[in-house]
């Protein structure tokens, strides 16, 4: 079964300000991580992804962040855009080299 | 370079038929992936493919199948189909395998009445 899911269903953020998606995961022997973006109609947009041998992970616009020891992968946004406005997954891949996706982060970005 | 495509974009079957869905990776891709994505379980992984070889699966039953041809495009086998097959499946491609980062089609949303 998934492993993996976010600790909000949904997150409203000011258009300007940060956002902050998380992500709890359970596989200690999970090795990889990415984070993905779907909007309505889509599939999912890679976002960016890190290794476990990895805390920290910067992309244009957005950070990755994991810390192992408590099992948590978040998705930094700056300076959140209305064209972030997205379901927000983040995956994991344990040993057995499969994909568990969480249940998805609805992110609605205020005017 | 194009994305990865998927066709038909959207079918309508009858339960007990069977479905074929393509998916044409990203040129270059040697990996291709598909998912099942439903409101009620999300997206769940239903095999890899690379090389033209199956290298995972995931906990989906024997009515579900798979192949990948020399030029990596891939194609999914439904049989039997029953109403709660109906989602939209996802198909994704990568250069490397066990599933790295991995692009993804805009799916082919499939209704089984």
């Known amino acids: 079964g998934e492993s993996v899911g976010l600790h909000l269903p949904t997150l409203s953020v000011q258009e300007g300000d940060n956002s902050i998606i998380n992500c709890a995961y359970s596989?200690?022997?999970?090795?990889?991580f990415i984070w993905y973006k779907q909007e309505s109609g889509k599939g999912p947009q890679f976002i960016i992804d890190i290794r476990s041998n990895m805390d920290k992970r910067q992309g244009q616009r957005v950070t990755v962040l994991l810390n192992k020891t408590v099992k948590h992968l978040s998705l930094q946004i700056a300076a959140t855009q209305p064209g972030d406005s997205a379901v927000y997954f983040c995956a994991e891949r344990a040993d057995d080299y499969k994909l568990s996706f969480g249940a998805g982060t609805t992110v609605t970005v205020r005017a | 370079k194009a994305g990865v495509t998927q066709t038909p974009r959207y079918l309508i079957k009858t339960r007990g038929q069977q479905v074929t869905l393509s998916c044409s990776p990203i040129?270059?891709?040697?990996?291709v992936s598909w998912y099942q994505q439903t409101p009620g379980q999300g997206l769940q992984f239903l095999f890899e493919y690379f090389s033209e070889t199956q290298r995972n699966k995931g906990n989906f039953p024997g009515r579900f199948s798979g192949r990948q041809f020399s030029n990596s495009r891939s194609e999914m086998n439904v049989s039997t189909l029953e109403l709660g097959d109906s989602a939209l499946y996802l198909c994704?491609?990568?250069?490397?395998?066990?599933?790295?980062?991995?692009?993804f089609g805009p799916g082919t949303r499939l209704l089984v009445l």
């Open positions: 596989n200690s022997a999970s090795d990889y």
């Open positions: 994704a491609s990568s250069l490397y395998e066990n599933q790295e980062t991995q692009y």
């Open positions: 040129s270059g891709h040697r990996s």
